[in-house]
């Protein structure tokens, strides 16, 4: 989910690379997720014109759906949980 959100909040253009900087996880981990992800038509990748050896990661409108719905989720989620169990929460955590 990660990955995910990063391409969609962080602004564009995004390589397997600089998602792996972004997140401080491992290159082999960022492909990965974007191989879930484009399987899942979340992300699309496009060879990088100015670098044939990198690709850039994509928006597509599936995925821009999925994190809309998926953030109404926990907004619902957030109204119907008390303030308390909020803050127990996060003092779990």
């Known amino acids: ?3 995910l959100t990063t391409v969609y909040l ?3 253009p995004h390589t397997v690379r600089g998602l792996a900087e972004t997140l401080n996880v491992a290159k082999p981990a960022v492909t990965r997720a974007l191989d879930r992800l484009s399987d899942l038509g979340l992300v699309r990748r496009k060879p990088d014109p100015d670098d044939r050896r990198s690709v850039l990661v994509q928006r597509t409108v599936k995925g821009s759906v999925f994190l809309s719905e998926f953030g109404e989720l926990i907004v619902k989620a957030a ?3 008390g303030a308390d169990e909020i803050e127990a929460a996060a003092h779990a955590a």
């Open 1 to 3: 989910m990660a990955v």
């Open 10 to 12: 962080c602004a564009s």
């Open 79 to 81: 109204e119907e949980t």
